[in-house]
T-cell receptor, first 110, second 113 residues
Framework: EDQVTQSPEALRLQEGESSSLNCSYTVSGLRGLFWYRQDPGKGPEFLFTLYSAGEEKEKERLKATLTKKESFLHITAPKPEDSATYLCAVPPPYDYKLSFGAGTTVTVRA | DTGVSQDPRHKITKRGQNVTFRCDPISEHNRLYWYRQTLGQGPEFLTYFQNEAQLEKSRLLSDRFSAERPKGSFSTLEIQRTEQGDSAMYLC???????????FGDGTRLSIL
């Protein structure tokens, strides 16, 4: 009952090479879609919450967008310090826990 | 905001031993969650507290696992008779309310010899 699917699994970028990560979800009655960044050996760090289709959030070189079936995390002109695993998560219907995707590991080379 | 704190950061133990982990949530957060994460996967839900009440447990949480949150403050997760398959990162998160962002600690890495 995969509710969240992320693609690609891994992304290798050259510094300055913009790209997008995809998060597809299947839950109905979305109560929020959450993006996190995770560095090796650390816990997930909260980035954004999106609650309704059409909503957009930005932070530095990251921009998250939401449609009725998927979310995109756009990385504009990435730097090596943007290298991390990016996770998205949604709460299942009538529930408060988060169901996570497997993540996209982004590597940015200088 | 001191963030979510977990202790210890690393635990190495022999198969069959009992282990206990502690989580101190952000002080004003009444909801506390435990997750488990293995390499290459996203965190998987284990259990959830609202104040001191344990409201949900995953089927992943066998009878060897127990969690408490006395007085609605810190929480402990105990694993009895550890097995090789228990090796993972155990993450704790807290949030101030329903569908609000969950903030994670840096986890406890458990290794079973």
């Amino acid at each position: 009952e995969d509710q969240v699917t992320q693609s690609p699994e891994a992304l290798r970028l050259q510094e300055g090479e913009s790209s997008s990560l995809n998060c597809s979800y299947t839950v109905s009655g979305l109560r929020g879609l959450f993006w996190y960044r995770q560095d090796p050996g650390k816990g997930p760090e909260f980035l954004f919450t999106l609650y309704s289709a059409g909503e957009e959030k930005e932070k530095e070189r990251l921009k998250a967008t939401l449609t009725k079936k998927e979310s995109f995390l756009h990385i504009t002109a990435p730097k090596p310090e943007d290298s991390a695993t990016y996770l998205c998560a949604v709460p299942p219907p009538y529930d408060y826990k988060l169901s996570f995707g497997a993540g996209t590991t982004v590597t940015v080379r200088a | 905001d001191t963030g979510v704190s977990q202790d210890p950061r690393h635990k190495i133990t022999k198969r069959g031993q009992n282990v206990t982990f502690r989580c101190d949530p952000i002080s004003e957060h009444n909801r506390l969650y435990w997750y488990r994460q293995t390499l290459g996967q996203g965190p998987e839900f284990l259990t959830y507290f609202q104040n001191e009440a344990q409201l949900e447990k995953s089927r992943l949480l066998s009878d060897r696992f127990s969690a408490e949150r006395p007085k609605g403050s810190f929480s402990t997760l105990e694993i009895q008779r550890t097995e090789q398959g228990d090796s993972a990162m155990y993450l704790c998160a807290s949030s101030p309310g329903s569908y609000q962002p969950q903030h994670f600690g840096d986890g406890t890495r458990l290794s079973i010899l």
